[in-house]
């Protein structure tokens, strides 16, 4: 399985951007998708998750409100619309799938700088 993410930069606090990742797993093998992070010196983190079949999400505390997850089920694409972004957002931003196997697969990661 391969996880193609596209959609890091740099931006101004404030600002938002939209990260996209697609697998090439196969609609009916995912159970679900979503968004990690890791900022230097700092441990990853689950950002935002969502499922495949009913689209039941989750959420870091600290992105309620300002962050979406979302998911094309037809392209196997997950997105995560990130709005009023602050410079403690910044990071590694890392695709993330599990499929109904239990098997867990990662991509490899797009940088999100917020800096003025």
């Known amino acids: 399985v391969q996880l193609v993410e596209s959609g890091g930069g740099l931006v101004e606090p404030g600002g938002s951007l939209r990260l996209s990742c697609t697998a090439s797993?196969?609609?009916?093998?995912?159970?679900?998708m979503g968004w990690f992070r890791q900022a230097p010196g700092k441990e990853r983190e689950m950002v935002a998750t969502?499922?495949?079949?009913?689209?039941?999400?989750n959420y870091l505390d600290s992105v309620k409100g300002r962050f979406t997850v979302s998911r094309d089920r037809a392209m196997d694409t997950v997105y995560l619309q990130t709005n009023s972004l602050k410079s403690e957002d910044t990071a590694v931003y890392y695709c993330?799938?599990?499929?109904?196997?239990?098997?867990?697969?990662w991509g490899p990661g797009t940088q999100v700088t917020v800096s003025s």
């Open positions: 969502i499922t495949f079949p009913g689209g039941i999400t």
């Open positions: 797993a196969g609609t009916f093998t995912i159970s679900a």
């Open positions: 993330w799938t599990s499929l109904w196997d239990k098997s867990e697969y």
